[in-house]
């Protein structure tokens, strides 16, 4: 980074960064951000393992000082269970970012155009290593901090359409209805398959190493694992309890929006920090599922 914000800002590379925010998905189970050569070559400004729904985003105070370092160094790794080849995407491919807010002279940007294609096992990791090219952009003048008469003046906001005005800014959560259905057989694949492996089994979920609450929803014993187990330090309900949706826990973090446990403590719905619950027929699958007698099938 060093060269090209020299290049782009006539001065020293002299950054300093007050916020990083990682981002990679459902696959990525690590994300190290390093400072690049100079006094602090190699130092972590961030690391953190597995996937979850939080932000992730780090605050920096003081800023941490890059003046004398050559760049960053990102490192990202994923955890891929399938036989297909993951590629750079959206969906049910992947990435490898961060965003920074930085004081800085020149507006900076970065990334690899051209991946190295031949991995090497590294303590039986495949792992590739590619160079990043980065871009800076002089700002322009108006681009300084903020006034002192700017910062004591109300805060500027754009006009808002007179038919947007009472428009929330995320839909509400609202409870599953009773009278959903589902489109699949009510099996303990279908609900692994179609619900617990898209909205479920993330790697710091429960699908990872160590999972959330002790519930490993991609166990070979699943069936064991939900069926009359009560989950970890959350309720002495059972997670499933035969026949009876209304009894068991699981189906109530997952169809209502504000779900509580045996001793009436209102704890968060599942999936974790989703504004809305579960698509209503995949969460009927498992009520369905449950109230057939929550069969090993």
């Not at 754009?158 to 800014?169: G, L, M, R």
């Not at 979920?205 to 959350?234: E, F, I, K, N, Y």
């Not at 002495?236 to 973090?253: I, N, R």
């Not at 719905?269 to 209503?280: F, G, K």
Request: hydrophobic share 40%.
């Amino acid at each position: 980074m060093a060269e090209t914000y020299e290049a782009a800002a006539g001065r020293p590379f002299d950054m300093k960064l007050y916020y990083v925010l990682p981002h990679y998905h459902a696959l990525g189970n690590y994300f190290r951000l390093q400072i690049m050569g100079g006094p602090n070559d190699g130092q972590i400004i961030l690391e953190m393992e597995d996937f979850n729904a939080e932000a992730n985003g780090k605050v920096f105070d003081p800023p941490i000082d890059l003046t004398g370092a050559d760049g960053l160094r990102v490192t990202c790794g994923y955890n891929n269970p399938t036989d297909q080849e993951v590629e750079w995407g959206i969906g049910d491919q992947e990435m490898c970012e961060f965003l920074g807010l930085a004081d800085e002279a020149a507006m900076m940007d970065g990334g690899v155009d051209n991946h190295n294609a031949e991995g090497s096992l590294v303590d039986g990791v495949m792992t590739f290593v590619s160079p990043c090219e980065t871009l800076a952009v002089p700002k322009n003048e108006a681009q300084t901090m903020p006034t002192p008469a700017e910062i004591e003046d109300d805060l500027y906001m754009p006009a808002v359409s007179e038919a947007d005005q009472d428009v929330s800014a995320v839909k509400p959560c609202l409870d599953t209805p009773v009278d959903a259905e589902p489109t699949v057989d009510p099996t303990l694949g279908n609900v692994s398959a179609v619900v617990f492996e898209a909205s479920c089994n993330y790697s710091a979920c429960h699908g990872g190493a160590v999972p959330a609450a002790g519930l490993d929803l991609r166990t070979q014993g699943l069936h064991g694992a939900l069926v009359d187990t009560s989950a970890t330090g959350d309720s002495a309900m059972p997670l499933v309890k035969p026949g009876d949706p209304a009894g068991s826990y699981l189906y109530q973090l997952v169809s209502q929006c504000a779900p509580q446990t045996s001793t009436g403590v209102t704890v968060n719905h599942m999936p974790l920090n989703a504004p809305e619950l579960m698509d209503p027929k995949n969460v009927a699958l498992i009520r369905a599922w449950i109230q057939a007698g929550a069969l090993d099938n």
